[in-house]
């Protein structure tokens, strides 16, 4: 795996022009605050239709539609576990989100995909415990396969790019 194949931008997730963007939903798919808010607002209703037909999506997996009216080609809605203190399998089910998110991208022959930071926001799961597993499962599915070849994390605040930044930098 190049050192390249991994980017943290700082920015707004609806503005990139990748394969696919992740939407850190909930289990309905049908809409939410933060990021989802955000995505379904820049792709338009008919990315509310789309998710209407998929009968929600449990913790942890995840599910692609298009993009519409967003640069990027698709969504992959994934629902990150809400932080109850760690010792509710957050961590195996934010791995998980991370995991079948990449793994959809992979089938449907995808080679760009951006994440947002999943469950840091509403549902306080600890920034650097996250950005932990994140990288670390990014990091495991690049070294795996050779169809996803861009994975780019995105973060809204400057201090979460920092954070990304020095994390991703301790495991070179
Ligand atoms: P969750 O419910 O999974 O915690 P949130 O949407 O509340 O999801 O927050 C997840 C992260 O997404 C937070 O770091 C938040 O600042 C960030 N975020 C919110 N809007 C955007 C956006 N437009 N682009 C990128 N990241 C965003």
């Known amino acids: ?46 990315l509310l239709e789309e998710c209407k037909t998929l009968n929600g999506c449990p913790t942890g997996q995840a599910k692609i539609t298009q993009g519409y009216e967003l640069p990027a080609r698709h969504v992959i809605h994934t629902v990150g576990p ?43 799961f600890p920034l650097e415990r996250a950005c932990g597993i994140a990288v670390a499962e990014v990091k495991r599915f690049l070294d795996a396969q050779e169809t996803v070849k861009k994975v780019f994390f995105v ?7 920092e954070v990304y930044r020095k994390i991703l930098a301790e495991e070179q």
């Open 82 to 124: 809400v932080w109850h203190g760690g010792g509710q399998g957050e961590d195996e089910l934010l791995a998980g989100c991370y995991r079948n998110s990449l793994r959809l991208a992979q089938e449907h022959g995808l080679e760009s995909i951006a994440f947002p930071s999943i469950s840091t926001g509403a549902y306080r």
């Open 1 to 46: 795996m190049s050192n390249s194949a991994i980017e943290v931008v700082q920015g707004d997730i609806t503005k990139l022009r990748v394969d696919a963007i992740v939407n850190a939903a909930n289990t309905s798919l049908l809409g939410g605050g933060g990021v989802d808010g955000a995505i379904h607002r820049a792709a338009g209703p008919q």
């Open 155 to 161: 973060c809204f605040s400057a201090g979460d790019a």
